[in-house]
């Protein structure tokens, strides 16, 4: 066909026109119902279908790791009771208020047991607290040999009670001895009527 041809064509008769037209007409006609179709109902549907299959993506991470999660608790579990009774054993290492005065009798025993001689064995006035425990710092001073200076340093580490020592500083004397300054920090658990009050006064402290 050509250009005349299509400028007869009678649009009030397109049943009669030519096979050519009419498929052109047709093809036309397809496009324009499918964008059509795109833009007013099939753009939404295909948004919620990415959002869907979007969601089904989170929901299948989230019960793989769930799934995981559920194979894991009985190690989970032994795994928390392995701590607790670790922190048990610990906890048990530190003295309560009462047992404060036998620990620093076992430490001044613990220097002169290895022949030394305290200048300063002066605890602190006031405890520093944590959250479950206490600890008390004690400023010492010892004077004697390199061997039983370093005896009284393992003596003191095994100790049934955890007690440290810090800021250790070591330095010679006239007479030939050793003059050792330190800080031996030694740790109680706080009592439960202790643990409520300091919750209390948290809350207090909170509002």
């Given at each position: 066909?050509?250009?005349?041809?299509?400028?007869?064509?009678?649009?009030?008769?397109?049943?009669?026109?030519?096979?050519?037209?009419?498929?052109?007409?047709?093809?036309?006609?397809?496009?324009?119902?499918?964008?059509?179709?795109?833009?007013?109902?099939?753009?939404?549907?295909?948004?919620?279908?990415?959002?869907?299959?979007?969601?089904?993506?989170?929901?299948?991470?989230?019960?793989?790791?769930?799934?995981?999660?559920?194979?894991?608790?009985?190690?989970?579990?032994?795994?928390?009771?392995?701590?607790?009774?670790?922190?048990?054993?610990?906890?048990?290492?530190?003295?309560?208020?009462?047992?404060?005065?036998?620990?620093?009798?076992?430490?001044?025993?613990?220097?002169?047991?290895?022949?030394?001689?305290?200048?300063?064995?002066?605890?602190?006035?006031?405890?520093?607290?944590?959250?479950?425990?206490?600890?008390?710092?004690?400023?010492?001073?010892?004077?004697?040999?390199?061997?039983?200076?370093?005896?009284?340093?393992?003596?003191?580490?095994?100790?049934?009670?955890?007690?440290?020592?810090?800021?250790?500083?070591?330095?010679?004397?006239?007479?030939?001895?050793?003059?050792?300054?330190?800080?031996?920090?030694?740790?109680?658990?706080?009592?439960?009527?202790?643990?409520?009050?300091?919750?209390?006064?948290?809350?207090?402290g909170g509002h």
């Open positions: 066909m050509n250009l005349q041809d299509i400028n007869n064509l009678n649009f009030r008769d397109v049943g009669n026109w030519p096979w050519q037209p009419k498929a052109v007409l047709a093809a036309i006609v397809f496009a324009l119902v499918l964008f059509l179709g795109y833009w007013f109902l099939w753009s939404d549907q295909l948004a919620s279908l990415d959002k869907a299959r979007a969601q089904e993506q989170d929901l299948r991470e989230t019960f793989l790791a769930k799934d995981r999660e559920a194979v894991n608790l009985a190690a989970y579990r032994k795994q928390y009771a392995e701590v607790q009774q670790s922190f048990g054993a610990l906890l048990h290492q530190l003295p309560n208020k009462s047992e404060m005065a036998a620990l620093l009798i076992e430490i001044n025993q613990a220097g002169i047991g290895r022949g030394l001689k305290f200048d300063l064995f002066r605890p602190a006035a006031q405890e520093t607290r944590n959250k479950v425990y206490a600890e008390l710092p004690i400023q010492i001073r010892v004077d004697g040999s390199y061997n039983d200076l370093g005896a009284f340093a393992t003596d003191v580490a095994k100790l049934p009670r955890i007690v440290t020592l810090d800021d250790i500083n070591v330095t010679p004397t006239p007479a030939g001895t050793l003059t050792m300054n330190a800080v031996a920090k030694t740790y109680r658990y706080l009592s439960e009527q202790e643990l409520a009050a300091a919750h209390e006064k948290g809350k207090k």
